[in-house]
């Protein structure tokens, strides 16, 4: 994925690196932010800590990589420091005291086999229907899509401010209100992929052409994900067909709703 | 996490209720009944309320003494019927309790704060 992308939007970094490397690491950045996020999510149980150290790691490549090369395992670096900063952050709120262990065993390895799965949770997470369907698009493309609020806003030409205060409020209604990270079950993924539906769908026509491709690319990779998944439990679950067709990512979509 | 489902509905809801046969507000006290029984393990403190017309306020300035009035606080159509605490893991676990509610009208769902 990284380097396929050439839509680059480097608005709001004022750092100075050449082209083909601002190229590289925003297309990078916007696929590894989504996978280190859904990640310490997992583990956090917090959007907003997980967003905020994964924004720390990618700022610290942001300055490090166009000096010193990009590192040949850039996952990892990034994952490794991002952890470092969780854990800073974790030792400073007691309420995360039990996470500290979670986060000392965590590896880049043992992370990766359930990467996948972590975006999945994160994607229906954000499409939550206890959110409003605004708040369930700015938080995929934030959280999934690695967009930044101000590309956000401009996306939707609604204000920057208007998008960070939309974003803060779906974060802390996720963590109060006890919206849980996970996948639903067979006998509830139908009802809930509608509202997954119809964000992946807004990244296909909603966005501007610049943004569109990469999350696009990262909706619709989930989307065959889920479609396979919901194939296998209903297979197992003999439920019928009627799930598996739903989740087809080739079925024509819920109709596009406006921001 | 504790929440406490508060059950509501609107003055044609409670209109609907109240005209409801005595048959069938029985069947629905038994739906009802039904509910609170298979999800005993989970609800906690639960009441069925008087009506809003037998609501009393004290309502708080910014400062002084409460004013005593009659009526509910809330003044629009909609009013609370009544709550019942939950104990869930969830939110998806509370909404599937709230969801299987026989009483119609709508149920609010809201987290508990609790201490630390």
Partial sequence: ?259 | VKYVLLFCGTDEDAAAFAALSEVELKERYALVGRWFAEHRSRIGASNQLQGPETATSVRFGPTGPGVVTDGPFLEGKEQIGGYAEIDVTDLDQALEIARTWPGRGTVEIRPVITSR
């Fill in chain 1, 1 to 259: 994925m990284a380097g396929s992308w050439h839509g680059g939007d480097s608005s709001g970094h004022n750092v100075a690196v050449t082209t083909a490397t601002e190229e590289t690491l925003t297309a990078l950045f916007r696929e590894e932010s989504g996978r280190l996020t859904a990640s310490l999510v997992r583990v956090l149980g917090d959007f907003a800590v997980a967003e905020e150290v994964v924004a720390d790691a990618l700022m610290l490549a942001w300055r490090r990589w166009p000096v010193d090369g990009i590192p040949g395992n850039a996952a990892g670096w990034l994952w490794t420091v991002a952890r470092r900063r969780a854990v800073d952050q974790v030792r400073r709120d007691t309420r995360y005291v039990g996470k500290l262990a979670l986060l000392a065993a965590a590896t880049p390895e043992q992370a990766e086999p359930a990467d996948e799965d972590d975006r999945l949770r994160l994607l229906f997470t954000c499409c939550h229907p206890a959110l409003s369907h605004e708040a369930q698009v700015a938080l995929t493309l934030r959280t999934v899509c690695g967009l930044t609020p101000a590309q956000i806003a401009g996306a939707f030409l609604v204000s920057e401010s208007a998008i960070v205060q939309r974003l803060t409020r779906a974060r802390r209604k996720i963590a109060t209100a006890g919206i849980p990270y996970r996948v639903p079950d067979v006998d509830h993924l139908a009802e809930r992929l509608d509202a997954v539906l119809a964000v992946v769908y807004l990244l296909f026509n909603g966005l501007p052409h610049e943004h569109r491709r990469q999350c696009a690319a990262a909706g619709l990779d989930r989307g065959c994900r889920v479609a396979r998944d919901v194939a296998r439990s209903a297979y197992a679950h003999r439920a019928g067909g009627a799930g598996t067709a739903r989740a087809d990512p080739a079925a024509p979509c819920p109709r596009r709703r406006t921001v």
